[in-house]
């Protein structure tokens, strides 16, 4: 349980990081009226998120698989 747990805080960072990154990416598309980068953008952090959660469940089923 310990070694999903530091998977899923280290996962959390991972999410978090990128977050940030692109949300000031997309205020900033926004800021100069550029809306097209924006729905990019915002396209692309969905696509990473939805992209680290699946590696994380992926690699926490590995480890389940690997204590049963």
């Known amino acids: 349980k ?3 747990a530091e998977l899923e805080s280290r996962y959390k960072a991972r999410i978090a990081e990128r977050e940030i990154t692109l ?6 598309a926004r800021a ?3 809306w097209a980068k924006a729905s990019e953008l915002e396209q692309q952090l969905a696509a990473e998120r939805r992209k680290l959660q699946e590696e994380l469940e ?3 089923e590995k480890i389940r698989q690997r204590q049963a």
């Open 2 to 4: 310990r070694e999903i």
């Open 23 to 28: 949300q000031q990416q997309i205020a900033a």
């Open 58 to 60: 992926s690699r926490k």
């Open 32 to 34: 100069q009226g550029d």
